[in-house]
């Protein structure tokens, strides 16, 4: 018996009493501590806990029941009192001891029957960013599970574990470019006005995860908030499709201007074909670079809010690509750069940025994408951040 099967927000006493009627060992999914100790040494051994379910496949570690020979037998006397500062306590030496950081842990206090007393749950997903390597007091170890718990990764299995992380980021990058060489054909799920194009693509890790599937029928429904395309301004449809869910602005003529599709997988791909028009920018080729940089943000921001409300977690990887561009300068409204040029290439695919933590401002983390379309024109940056590096809209 494990908790998997439950959200860690429904956990109740009953599930707790249970493990301990039904005297439930430790295996590749839980693991039963009374305390984490202040010392050194019981901090990487947590440490080692937590790092080796994200190496495998993620778990529960309970802190707050006693066992024996790895079975669980009663709860201690952890108080919800205590609770509070010790999840604090837990979660910044999670924190600040693993490499890189484990995305989407969560902690919640459950009540014991006897109510008086409480146990820590501490839910660790399986990582796509794997492996995490446990650096608390400049140790350099690596641990995964199997069924008698944790174990240290030995050569072959850490070159094994390195390998698919590196698999993971080329999946996703695939994935990216044929989506790109798709968008390029007009092969979308709709026809898209004949101008230059803005893409942008948000993938979870957990994309490369056939069983991790998100509810398309579900993000068609008018109640979803932040599914809409980049830059409408007329409004905009939805509804279901084979891929997933389908956001696109009013067709003219049967193109439309924009479209948001989310995949099953949890993937986002954000089109937009009318800000960078050529026939807008017939006299002179500018990008207009305040509104462009304004829509981009503005979609980040929303598509990462649509990720969090459909509890995709972080790592997510983010791409911002423009299309048919060859010959674009960069407009500013103070004036141009002495050494500008025009773009030098159809296509600008910026490298992908990988975002860890979500709560960091849409305008930060887009912002190596922005310089680099700048860079492209001969810019050295975008002139829209200031010194702090916070963006304005000039």
């Known amino acids: 018996m494990s908790l998997a099967g439950k959200r860690i927000e429904a956990l109740a006493s009953a599930d707790l009493q249970a493990l301990i009627d039904d005297a439930v060992s430790e295996s590749r999914e839980i693991e039963f501590k009374e305390r ?22 993620g778990g529960d570690l309970l802190v707050g029941i006693r066992e024996r020979k790895g079975i669980a037998t009663s709860f201690t006397d952890l108080t919800a009192i205590e609770a509070d500062d010790e999840i604090l306590r837990l979660e910044s030496i999670i924190r600040d001891g693993l490499d890189p950081r484990i995305p989407g842990v969560s902690t919640r206090a459950v009540p014991t029957p006897d109510e008086d007393a409480v146990v820590l749950v501490i839910r660790v997903p399986r990582s796509f960013a794997a492996p995490h390597m446990v650096t608390f007091r400049n140790l350099a170890r690596f ?22 992380a590196d698999s993971v980021r080329t999946s996703l990058r695939n994935f990216r470019l044929e989506r790109l060489a798709r968008i390029t054909a007009n092969d979308g799920p709709v026809a898209l006005l004949p101008n230059p194009k803005t893409v942008l693509h948000l993938i979870p890790m ?3 995860d056939p069983s991790a599937q998100v509810d398309s029928a579900s993000l068609a429904q008018p109640s979803v908030q932040g599914f809409q395309p980049i830059y409408t301004g007329s409004g905009w449809n939805r509804r279901v499709n084979f891929d997933g ?29 009318f800000m960078l028009r050529r026939e807008y920018l017939e006299r002179e080729h500018l990008i207009p670079s305040t509104a462009f940089e304004r829509a981009v943000i503005e979609a980040v921001g929303l598509y990462l809010g649509l990720m969090r409300s459909i509890s995709l977690t972080t790592p997510y990887v983010l791409g911002l690509s423009l299309l048919d561009v060859r010959g674009l300068r960069m ?17 600008l695919i910026v490298p992908e940025i990988l975002i860890e933590d979500d709560s960091i401002a849409p305008a930060t983390i887009i912002r190596p994408a922005i310089d680099a379309i700048w860079q492209a024109t001969g810019w050295p940056g975008s002139t829209n951040y200031d010194e702090n590096g916070t963006w304005q809209d000039r």
């Open 36 to 57: 984490v100790g202040t010392n050194d040494e019981a901090k990487r051994e947590f440490l080692a806990d937590v790092s080796s379910f994200a190496n495998a496949g």
């Open 143 to 164: 641990y995964t599970r199997n069924s008698a718990g944790k174990y240290q990764l030995d050569v072959s299995e850490l070159r094994t574990a390195f390998s698919f």
């Open 206 to 208: 957990t994309a490369i």
């Open 245 to 273: 869910a389908l956001a696109f602005s009013p067709s003219r003529d049967g193109e439309s201007a924009s479209y948001t599709q989310i995949f099953r997988n949890g993937a986002i791909e954000a089109v937009e074909a």
């Open 331 to 347: 407009g500013v409204k103070s004036g141009f750069f002495e050494e500008d040029h025009e773009i030098d290439r159809d296509d």
